[in-house]
């Protein structure tokens, strides 16, 4: 049976990083039902993101590097849905210093917090699939050895690490949930975002592709929904907790693949050249979400086809960000 994660109902609940792509998406989710706070600094996240939201929430701008504010804030909760973070690959080759600080003592600050939170119920972690490096086998499953290929799958990978060292001495109610290439209305489309937004922002101005190498690179990607919906059994489903889940859709295309659908949702011809492949991105990525769907009852409802004409739908109402970063 498919799970819908409907239980979270008058929950005081913490969203960091609930003003960008996939936490606002979770706030959208939770607000008409919760009370949801909102902690982001607003660095990649953008208040146009909780539109639909934003009276329902309260909004507390901040740090997750602020250890005062993090702890004032986490005291107020049962819920926590941790998704701050300096994101991507190659963001943080630009600035790995900046990447650890943000990841890896935003956590710190929040496990911390955590400690003297006796009402905590659960602290789902947003992780990534980045933290595998290229893969020795497909589908990855959650035992795939862990060997992270940019600053930002080390943040990451140290980060899901704190946390369960945190589960294991103080027995605090940890999961976390490794997305692989999310996409979806909202995305950042800058030069640091991944192949979807990119490639509909570009098409939707009407702008050739660049494709880093050949294009026959594999992604799995997870559109939106599935993710919010894997948050909320990640939070509500006792079996979770101390457990780690790859969530995505155990389905691969590859980036000329991407490209043909995207022709065909969008009816544009969508030119493209190469460009040479970049460090710090593996060639194919492919998740075994067995353990999601036993333990959580996840299972992904939206194909790629379909995500990308929601999400190009989405763009046509102004729906993504345009590059801003
Ligand atoms: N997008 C993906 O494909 C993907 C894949 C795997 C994991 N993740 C993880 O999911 C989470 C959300 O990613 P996203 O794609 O929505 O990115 P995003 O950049 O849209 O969201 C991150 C949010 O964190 C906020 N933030 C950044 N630094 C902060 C700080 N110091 N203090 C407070 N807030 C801060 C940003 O302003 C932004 O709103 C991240 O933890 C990311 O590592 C994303």
């Given at each position: ?83 701050a ?31 003297s ?24 499953d959650?035992?795939?050895p ?25 027995g ?18 800058s ?8 490639f ?22 997870i559109?939106?929904s599935?993710?919010v ?32 659908i ?64």
């Amino acid at each position: 049976m498919v799970e819908q994660a409907t239980e979270l109902k008058g929950k005081n609940i913490l969203v960091t990083g609930g003003a960008g792509f996939i936490g606002s998406h979770i706030v959208d989710r939770l607000a008409p039902d919760n009370n949801v706070f909102l902690l982001d600094n607003l660095f990649n996240g953008s208040l146009d993101n909780l539109s639909k939201s934003k009276d329902m929430i309260t909004f507390v701008k901040g740090d997750i590097r602020d250890k005062e504010l993090v702890a004032e804030t986490v005291a107020r909760v049962e819920y926590i849905f941790h998704l701050a973070a300096h994101v991507g690959n190659i963001r943080s080759l630009k600035d790995p210093y900046f990447d650890m600080e943000v990841n890896i003592k935003g956590m710190l600050n929040l496990l911390e917090a955590c400690r003297s939170n006796p009402n905590l119920k659960r602290l789902v972690y947003s992780s990534s699939g980045a933290i595998f490096g290229e893969a020795k086998y497909l589908p990855i499953d959650e035992e795939h050895p862990l060997n992270p290929e940019s600053p930002y799958a080390v943040s990451k990978l140290a980060a899901e690490k704190y946390a369960f060292a945190y589960h294991k001495v103080y027995g605090l109610p940890v999961t976390a949930v490794r997305y692989f290439n999310a996409y979806g209305p909202r995305q950042d489309s800058s030069e640091y975002a991944n192949a979807v937004s990119i490639f509909l922002s570009r098409t939707l101005k009407g702008e050739p592709l660049t494709v880093f190498g050949d294009g026959e690179q594999t992604r799995d990607f997870i559109f939106i929904s599935d993710i919010v919906n894997a948050n909320v059994l990640a939070a509500t489903r006792p079996a979770a907790i101390g457990e780690i889940f790859n969530i995505s859709t155990g389905e691969v295309h590859s980036i000329k693949q991407l490209i043909e659908i995207i022709r065909e949702v969008t009816g544009k011809e969508v030119p493209y050249s190469h460009q040479p492949f970049r460090k710090g991105e593996v060639k194919h990525s492919k998740a075994n979400i067995d353990k999601a769907k036993k333990l959580l009852g996840y299972r992904p409802q939206t194909g790629l086809k379909e995500g990308i004409r929601l999400t190009w739908e989405a763009m046509g109402r102004g729906g993504n960000k345009d590059g801003r970063r």
